[in-house]
């Protein structure tokens, strides 16, 4: 069977969703100061040129790079949730889950860093405004209704993810100057037997 050529459009988006990824791996080893055209180009394995055909401005390629990082983050979310509801687990100690990936993983930090530079630039600073909430308020969302749907009210679970989200994004700031390996599970366990104790799940 002759294989199907992809359309223009295609071909355009793989290579701003490839140079987008290169540009996540670039600052998650260099950090934001660390972005440069030119190491971005190599780590995607294109020319400098191919890469100022998709994105003419630093500000174009970093708003795409964040939004890659939220959807990859959104991504692996539904992952969990798949995986985890087919089996049957605990959707407390899959959200949980969740988030500790989440705060403690490269597509938040990446996020993080690019956020406090872009606080400097209103073009950046009002992108990132854009995409924050379609991606991350997305994902609470997502829990907010998998938790109402197995025995919480809607109230109580909005409250749960919120805290939730708050606890695991402080461990996971607290990483910079702590040792937070060393009492991250009991943080948590704790946490999950709060929730148990003060939301309990009215029906199986």
Do not use: C
Not at 6 to 14: N, V, Y
Not at 93 to 114: A, G, K, P, Q
Not at 149 to 154: F, K, L, R, T, V
Not at 162 to 175: F, P
């Amino acid at each position: 069977m002759k294989r199907q050529r992809r359309s223009q459009g295609e071909r355009s988006e793989e290579m701003r969703e490839r140079v987008a990824r290169a540009a996540f791996e670039v600052i998650a080893a260099r950090g934001f100061s660390g972005l440069r055209t030119a190491a971005v180009a190599e780590q995607a394995g294109v020319s400098q040129g191919a890469l100022l055909h998709h994105f003419e401005t630093k500000q174009g390629l970093t708003l795409a790079t964040v939004e890659y990082a939220f959807a990859r983050a959104s991504a692996k979310t539904e992952e969990i949730i798949a995986a985890g509801l087919a089996k049957g687990e605990d959707p407390i100690d899959l959200m949980l889950r969740d988030f500790r990936l989440y705060f403690f993983n490269d597509d938040f930090w990446v996020s993080l860093d690019i956020t406090i530079n872009a606080s400097k630039d209103p073009e950046l600073k009002g992108g990132i405004r854009e995409i924050v909430p379609r991606y991350r308020l997305g994902v609470y969302r997502r829990w907010v209704g998998i938790l109402s749907e197995n025995g919480w009210s809607i109230a109580d679970a909005e409250e749960i993810v919120r805290m939730s989200a708050a606890l695991t994004t402080g461990l996971g700031i607290r990483t910079l100057f702590d040792d937070v390996d060393a009492y991250l599970d009991k943080t948590i366990q704790k946490w999950s037997k709060i929730i148990a104790e003060t939301w309990p799940r009215q029906k199986p």
